[in-house]
């Protein structure tokens, strides 16, 4: 898909601006930087996300931002889709939906009606969720692991607005908080002032390139996420490393091979905090309504298992894929620092 | 791309008829030539969602269709020139207080404002109103967006007055005004003929015709239907392939069920082959 064709609008050429949204600071941020889009009022922000009849594929081609504010729940109890690297208090929480890339095997096509990106706007009210959330966290000898960046990319959005940023210096003031950020992106440098800290895990998606160019559109190229990956750790950053999801086709060894050959030769293991490994997952339900689009992705007209209500590949090729892994990153890692998700 | 266009007027409608040589067909009311049709919908929310309830039965094909509404509204006096065209970005329905939001993703050169859609026409305090004031808007877009994405909905407002004329003195020339900018409409939707913009489609028209008469053939179940459906748009997104080789599970009748199943069974082999 070509986003950028002459035809269409630029993203972000529209702000709809929820009229609750009005009164906070991050909403003048995003409106003195996007001064030149058309501001429409709504009275909430589902009259715009929630409208039936979009086309998601279409609307990311021309993605409009929506300010709004963000009602209760402000946090999640991890899901079984997500990783929680073993942290025991696994949680999330979402102060943007959706995300500027537009990864084919990405569960946003399903989960949501709309392209565009929601901000939640009230931070506070986040954060003091998160406050409440750990004083009654289940094991209370263990941080809250909090993933801020499950329905979006939150670092990719730093230079539009400095949310992982927020969230980074918020951390710091909860001694028992931990984040998790995942990202494909390398917009490291706009966070690269703030002092590294442990309590941060910058998470890192890396795909062979075949994958990136054909899968992850719109995302930056392998090489660029690497630089970025270096650069965390040369400032003290605990980094993770995300094989997630592993894209079977014919040829995949090869290129994760390659992948993984192209990491060792650029970074040491022993800086990696963890590693964590996946294969194409998503729930039925998501599946099936973004089937249902017709999909230019092959991805969704191939044949999967359904294991309790989620799509997956067969136990023998998720086996595969954990043997493959193993084997090739045996004596670099230990192999209790590497969590497969199944 | 196939575009419906709806006007409210009749004198909204003729520039539009002519400069794209469109002719009646008396069975359908609807204006016609190849790929552009137009429908005189009636003033008023009453008339419009009558007209349009029933649209699906003269017109079909919406998966390729874009619906243009355009026609004269009232205007903000601070915010509107009369004659100008203007692209609407929300739409609020001053009587159900219903706000509907169409979505812009194409370049346009017009000035986008926000549409109010009365009962009654409004014919002093105008500037009481922001943007635009019409009579239709908000039920064509609640009535064509069950038919088509929202992407697909344009809505062009020509600004006929600024709200202060009364009713028994309103003379206004409609036609003049739309003739007037007619050519910009037709080159904005023009521009919008692009098939990004039009549903995906995995079938071709053909593909999808073997598909129905071998299901007709055949005799088949619903579900087989949906999985026959679903195996055949995977089939030909994996391997390219047309669907010649399907052609001889079709040639026999089946004559019971499990004949059917037999037959059902030996399509869903060679698939998985």
Not at chain 1, 41 to 64: C, H, L, W
Not at chain 1, 241 to 264: A, H, M, N, T, V
Request: net charge neutral.
């Amino acid at each position: 898909m070509i986003r950028s064709e002459n035809s269409f609008l630029p993203d972000f050429s529209h702000v709809y601006l929820e009229s609750a949204a009005k009164k906070y600071e991050l909403t003048n941020l995003c409106l003195d930087r996007f001064s030149n889009s058309k501001v429409v009022e709504i009275p909430d922000y589902k009259t715009v996300f929630n409208r039936p009849g979009q086309d998601f594929q279409t609307q990311k081609r021309s993605m409009k931002l929506i300010l709004a504010v963000k009602k209760p729940p402000y946090i999640y109890k991890g899901t079984n889709m997500l990783q929680d690297g073993g942290f025991r208090n696994f949680y999330y929480n979402t102060p943007i939906l959706n995300c500027l890339y537009n990864c084919n095997y990405c569960f946003l096509q399903g989960m949501y009606p709309s392209a565009n990106i929601v901000v939640f706007v009230n931070q506070e009210d986040m954060e003091k969720a998160v406050e409440s959330e750990i004083k009654i966290r289940p094991y209370s000898n263990d941080p809250l692991m909090l993933s801020i960046s499950y329905n979006t990319d939150l670092l990719a959005f730093e230079n539009i607005l400095p949310m992982t940023r927020l969230w980074i210096e918020y951390s710091k003031t909860q001694p028992d908080l931990n984040l998790e950020i995942r990202s494909k992106s390398t917009m490291f440098d706009p966070i690269s002032d703030i002092e590294s800290t442990k309590k941060v895990l910058l998470a890192w998606t890396l795909s062979p390139e075949k994958v990136v160019n054909e899968n992850e559109l719109d995302t930056p190229p392998l090489i660029k996420r690497l630089k970025a990956v270096q650069k965390a750790i040369k400032k003290g950053w605990r980094v993770r490393l995300c094989f997630d999801p592993i894209i079977l086709y014919s040829g995949w060894e090869k290129d994760y091979l390659d992948l993984l050959d192209q990491i060792k030769s650029e970074i040491s293991f022993n800086e990696i905090f963890d590693i964590t490994v996946g294969v194409f997952r998503m729930g039925q339900d998501y599946f099936n309504r973004i089937r249902k689009t017709k999909p230019e992705s092959k991805l969704y007209y191939q044949t999967y298992t359904n294991e309790a209500g989620v799509v997956t590949l067969s136990q023998s090729d998720r086996e595969v894929v954990k043997v493959f892994i193993r084997e090739n990153l045996s004596g670099f890692i230990p192999e209790d620092r590497i969590h497969f998700w199944d | 791309m196939h575009f419906l266009i709806l006007t409210a007027l009749k004198a909204e409608a003729l520039p539009i008829i002519e400069v794209f040589g469109l002719r009646k067909n008396s069975k359908t009311h609807l204006y016609q030539n190849n790929n552009i049709s137009l429908l005189i919908t009636g003033v008023g929310r009453d008339k419009t969602k009558e007209r349009l309830q029933n649209l699906h039965q003269v017109y079909s094909n919406f998966d390729q269709t874009i619906v243009a509404n355009v026609g004269i509204a009232g205007g903000n006096p601070d915010q509107t020139k009369i004659g100008e065209l203007y692209r609407v970005n929300a739409i609020f329905d001053e009587k159900t207080k219903q706000c509907f939001i169409p979505d812009i993703l194409c370049k346009h050169p017009l000035i986008e404002l926000s549409l109010t859609t009365v009962t009654n026409s409004v014919n002093n305090n105008g500037d009481h109103f922001t943007g635009l004031v019409d009579m239709e808007g908000s039920v064509i877009f609640q009535q064509m967006s069950r038919h088509v994405s929202i992407h697909r909905l344009i809505f062009l407002k020509l600004v006929s007055d600024h709200m202060d004329i009364d009713d028994r003195q309103r003379i206004i020339d409609v036609t003049g005004l739309i003739a007037k900018q007619v050519d910009l409409i037709k080159s904005i939707l023009l521009s919008l003929d692009h098939h990004v913009l039009t549903n995906n489609v995995i079938l071709s028209d053909k593909e999808f015709d073997i598909i129905q008469r071998g299901t007709a053939q055949l005799s088949l179940t619903e579900t087989q239907v949906h999985q026959l459906m679903e195996w055949t748009e995977n089939y030909v997104k994996l391997t390219g392939n047309n669907l010649e080789k399907l052609a001889p599970f079709f040639i026999k009748k089946s004559n019971s069920k499990k004949e059917r199943n037999q037959i059902f069974d030996s399509i869903r082999e060679f698939f998985s082959a």
